[in-house]
Every structure is written in C-alpha cells, then in structure tokens.
C-alpha cells in the first residue's frame, strides 16, 4: 500500500525527529538518484551539466546540497537563485565550496534550463501554494532536453490535493521525502510528477490521507471460491440496466460482471432477450441477490430501477442514469438506508451530484475535494471515475488508483467498471474494498487490452468488450501469474 500524508501530517511528524539528520538523509537520496539518471543518459555524472533552481527555504536549501555533490562528483552545476535574499545559506554555501556556479540572472538561468542534462526543480516545496511566482512561470514552458527533477514535489503542484492553480513544471522524476504526498497520486498534479522515487528518511506521520492499493493489498482483497462454494455462496449480482435504447449498456455491465467473479448475474432489463443471448448464464428469474447495480443505460427506466435498489436490503451501486436521477432528488432519498451504497460518477456526473453551480471541469480540477464533498453529503462510498479514479467515504478516508490508461476513455468502459463492482459487493467487499479494487483490476484490464501482446509499449485502441474480456488476465496478474506491462504497480 502506498500511504500519502498531508503536509500538516509531515512537519507533525518531522517535529517529532527534531535534532535527527533528516536533511541530510533527503539530499542523500536526491543527489542518488541525480546520479544515477545522469549515468543513464550520459554514462557517468563528471562533465554533465546540471542546472538547480532554487528557491527560498529548505526546498531551496535541498537542492543546492544535492547539487554540492553531483559538482564534487564533476558535474558543471550552477544554480539560479529565484528568491536571493532569502536563499539557503547553508545550501549556498556547500554548492560554491564544491565549484558550483549561482547566478541570478534569469536569461542564464533560461539558457541553462534548455540545454543541461538534469534540471533540479527546488524552487517550491510542499509549503507552497498556488501557481508559480512570476519569476519562475519561465521554466514551466520553456524547451528543455534534459531530465527534470521536482524535489520533494513539482514547483506548482498543491501538495495536499493535486490542484494545479497556474503554472507548474513538469517533472520527469519526483524525489519526494519520507512519504508520498498526496498531491502526487492525483491528477493533476501526478500528471505532473513523473516516475515517484520515495526516500526514507526516518518519518512516522500518523494515519494515512490518501491510499493507493498495489498488487499484494489487491491479492489479498480479492475472493476466492473454497472448496464448498456454488454459484450462490460467491454472489448473486442483481442488475438492473439497459433500455431499447441503449442495450450495449447492459451486455457490458454483464460481462465486468461475469469476468469479475460473480456466481450469478439476475438481470432485470429491457434487452433481456439480446443479454441472454449473448450471455448465456445470465439468470433471467426473480430470485434472492447480494447486491444490486442499477443506472447504466437504463433511459426512462431509471426512476424505478433507483427507487427498487434502494428499497433493498442489500449493498447498490448507483451508476450512469440513475445518478442523474438521484442528483435530481437529493441527498434525503438515501437517508435511513441500511445497507452500503456506493455511487460512482464521471466529473459530468459529480458535478449534477454537487449541484450549486459546480462544473465538471471543477470536479476534474479538484478531484480529491469534490469525492469527499460528495461522499459527505450523500452519506455514501464514491467512485469518482477520471484520470484518476478517486474512491472516498464520509469520514475522510481516501484511496486513488495507481492502474489507469488514457485508453480506458471510450464508450462502455464505465459499465464494465459497474459489473465489475458489482460483483465484488455482491462477493461480500465493503464499498471501501470493492470500489478501489474494482478500480485497480479495470485499470490493468484496460492495460493489458492496449497492449494485447503483453509487450507493454504505447498500446493501442480498445473496445469496452476487449477490456472485459481481459478482466481474467488482469485477476491473474494480481495473483502473481503474470507480471508483463506491470512494472511499478506492485510492491
């Protein structure tokens, strides 16, 4: 598990260590791994040539230090001050002993930035706030041809949220310190990151802000039959989705479902002839189920489907139609359920829920608040699907998905994703557990559908039936069977 920690939960816990070396561990493992991405690109770190910005503080001061020590190695190293009078002087100090040069001149500074072979963003660390000071906005959309490192976290970034509220530099590698910030696992600020290099420095901040599950935590998570198990005992999904006008909704949602470990699926829609036709163990028959999905493509349906799931004595995920539905009748139709519901909407969706004006290009700017706005006021788990997925619950908690691709964004992967969580409440996870790991396995799916000779690459088109149909590879994957195009997901 990947835990991230607010900025208040990092100085709490960097408090604690006071009078321990933590700096001194951090630009250890900063000045690492400059070196050892320096080796790679240009097969050693003497003669390269390595620009630090470097702002105020101790941001600032980690950077300079990192850079003291790639110019004893030989590296060319100068630094461009953004904020001079109130530069580390410590940093300052070690950098020119070591043969650094500094300059405050931004031109140099610019011309440097284009050419170097690594770039040290230092100049805002995870006390920031908003966009780049203009001084800085420069180096967010200059050219440049070398790596560029953030330090602690992208100059830009919030580090508590991932908002992004102006300019921002992106980063090919983050080195963050002592622990992930959540800022880093959701977009946008991730998109911003990079590859995420953790450096252990001694922290113990208290209980995690945001989580990221990753292949042992999912492994453990999943169901497996026994021994005894029938078709009963492994979950009966109730499903209730599809219309005349939209009858793919429902195949799909069928097939996450049955590719997701369900015993059964009881459809109750209007395209039950065409369902059954291409889903042959489809259970057609009122009957018991251990959870309800109700929303996709359901049309005109979707009043009664949302009033009979919700009537229900067993978990619902609410989806598509039917959150249209509930947003129209507010937060009050969920009050005194007794069983969990789980509502998982795209930003157009969220932002219906939110009502008062909210966009959806809001919710995608702030994908963190706005899933935990929603899961407080509805009193609900919520799945806010996107360029990260977001899972949050009413008391705070939440966890991010590591496994999206861009290539998931096509018509019906949504209701793969509904099946495929479905399945796993109807399983017996709690929304907490079935959400992110529905998440988690939809993500390798669509994947492994991208690159369907398991080569990994830069994948190619898929459908929302191919993404299905690799739910079974990507189960596989998590348990260990397979480990193609999954580098970095796992522990």
């Not at 500074?109 to 006390?127: E, K, M, Q, T, Y």
């Not at 999943?222 to 209730?240: N, T």
């Not at 369900?262 to 259970?283: D, F, S, T």
């Amino acid at each position: 598990m990947r835990h991230a920690h607010t900025v208040e939960q990092v100085r709490a816990a960097e408090a604690a260590l006071a009078g321990q070396p933590l700096m001194d561990r951090a630009v250890a493992g900063l000045a690492a791994t400059c070196a050892r991405l320096l080796t790679e690109r240009r097969g050693r770190v003497y003669g390269s040539r390595v620009l630090v910005l470097a702002g105020s503080g101790d941001n600032g001061g980690d950077a300079l230090f990192a850079g003291a020590r790639l110019a004893r190695r030989g590296a060319a190293v100068r630094a461009v001050l953004l904020s001079a009078d109130r530069a580390h002087p410590a940093g300052l100090a070690a950098l020119r002993a070591a043969g650094g040069q500094v300059t405050t001149d931004q031109d140099v500074g610019l011309a440097d930035f284009r050419r170097a072979d690594l770039v040290l963003d230092g100049i805002v660390g995870i006390g920031g706030s908003g966009g780049l000071r203009p001084a800085a906005q420069p180096y967010a959309t200059a050219p440049r041809t070398g790596v560029l490192v953030a330090v602690d976290l992208p100059s830009g970034v919030d580090a508590d949220t991932g908002e992004v509220a102006g300019a921002a530099l992106r980063a090919d590698v983050t080195v963050t310190f002592g622990t992930y910030k959540p800022g880093l696992l959701v977009d946008p600020g991730a998109s911003y990151a990079g590859a995420l290099q953790l450096v252990p420095i001694g922290l113990a901040p208290a209980g995690a802000a945001v989580e990221a599950l990753q292949h042992a935590d999912l492994a453990a998570l999943l169901p497996r039959p026994a021994a005894e198990s029938d078709k009963y005992r492994r979950g009966v999904l109730g499903l209730l989705a599809g219309s005349e006008r939209y009858p793919g909704a429902a195949l799909l949602a069928v097939a996450g479902a049955l590719h997701g470990g369900a015993g059964a699926v009881r459809y109750q829609g209007r395209p039950a002839e065409e369902v059954v036709r291409r889903h042959p163990e489809v259970l057609l028959t009122p009957g018991r189920v251990q959870a309800w999905v109700v929303g996709p493509g359901s049309g005109d349906d979707a009043p009664d489907a949302l009033s009979d799931a919700l009537a229900s004595e067993v978990p619902a995920l609410v989806d598509a139609d039917c959150l249209t539905e509930l947003a129209r009748r507010g937060p009050a139709e969920l009050a005194g359920r007794s069983a969990p519901t789980l509502l998982t909407p795209h930003a157009g969706e969220a932002a219906r829920l939110l009502g008062g004006g909210v966009t959806a290009d809001q919710v995608a700017a702030a994908r963190l608040r706005h899933a935990r706005e929603l899961a407080v006021r509805f009193g609900a788990t919520v799945l806010l699907k996107g360029s990260t997925t977001v899972v949050a619950r009413p008391d705070g908690a939440a966890r991010v998905n590591p496994t999206g691709t861009s290539w998931l964004a096509t018509a019906g992967s949504g209701d793969v994703l509904a099946g495929l969580a479905g399945a796993l409440l109807a399983a017996g996870l709690d929304p907490w557990d079935a959400a992110p790991a529905a998440a988690y396995l939809h993500g390798l799916a669509g994947r492994f559908a991208a690159a369907a000779d398991g080569a990994g690459g830069p994948g190619a088109p898929v459908t929302a039936s191919e993404v299905a149909a690799a739910l079974p590879a990507a189960w596989r994957a998590v348990q260990g069977r397979r480990t193609v195009i999954t580098a970095g997901l796992g522990d």
